[in-house]
């Protein structure tokens, strides 16, 4: 897991509901980034951020927000805007050499 | 068609046995190729990184860049029931922001 820790690991939510995911590294790594993996779909883009203060919508970005106000954290919050969020959601970090790390995952079911 | 394309399995295998996995992808741009492992739920973590063109070995692991071909491979020698996962290819461009992923082979090897 190396540095980047998500919580909680294990996420419900009930219709209409807001959730937010906790990221936090402590790599020093200025980019994070966000995604969701489905069986069989392998890891698809949510959000992503270079630097604080600043972030970019992925492939897939609809019913999600993102914060990024210290460099240590990346938050994510799915909105009820999003209609099939159950799935694997994982957090990374990128270093200079475009090398991505990965924490252990957070997942989450739609009740 | 898909960028990056990797054949999902299963891939059953008897402890011992040379694993070979694979990913061909379209765009001639990408440099950076990574294999990642990931547990049963779990994050993916980095296996190799290869930049640009050749071999590189790491212990029982091989990674093979073929960019002539777009093809990529990965060997496992003396596979272990411990080496039972899914295996992810990816692959990024030099000064893209974005990675993308295979959708990830299952392996087992079996005592």
């Known amino acids: 897991d190396g540095g980047i820790t998500q919580s909680p690991k294990y996420l419900f939510r009930k219709e209409g509901q807001n959730v937010t995911l906790s990221c936090e590294q402590n790599?020093?790594?200025?980019?994070m980034y966000w995604y969701r993996q489905d069986p069989g779909q392998g890891l698809r883009l949510i959000y992503y951020?270079?630097?604080?203060?600043?972030?970019q919508k992925g492939d897939i970005a609809e019913g999600y927000s993102v914060s990024r106000e210290k460099k240590e954290s990346f938050p994510l919050t799915v909105t009820s805007a999003q209609k099939n969020p159950t799935a694997f959601y994982l957090c990374?970090?990128?270093?200079?050499?475009?090398?991505?790390?990965f924490g252990p995952g957070t997942r989450l079911t739609v009740l | 068609q898909k960028e990056v394309e990797q054949d999902p399995g299963p891939l059953s295998v008897p402890e011992g046995a040379i694993v070979s996995l694979n990913c061909t992808y379209s765009?001639?741009?990408?440099?950076?190729f990574m294999w990642y492992r990931q547990y049963s739920r779990k994050g993916p973590e980095l296996l190799m990184y290869?930049?640009?063109?050749g071999n590189k070995e790491d212990g029982r692991f091989t990674a093979q860049v073929d960019k002539s071909s777009k093809y990529i491979s990965l060997f496992i020698r003396d596979s272990q029931p411990s080496d039972s996962a899914t295996y992810l290819c990816?692959?990024?461009?030099?000064?893209?922001?974005?990675?993308?992923f295979g959708a990830g082979t299952r392996l087992f090897v079996k005592a």
């Open positions: 790599l020093n790594h200025d980019a």
């Open positions: 951020s270079q630097i604080v203060n600043d972030f």
């Open positions: 990816a692959m990024s461009a030099t000064g893209g922001f974005k990675t993308i």
């Open positions: 990374a970090t990128v270093a200079g050499n475009n090398e991505q790390f």
């Open positions: 765009n001639s741009a990408f440099q950076y």
């Open positions: 290869t930049y640009s063109s």
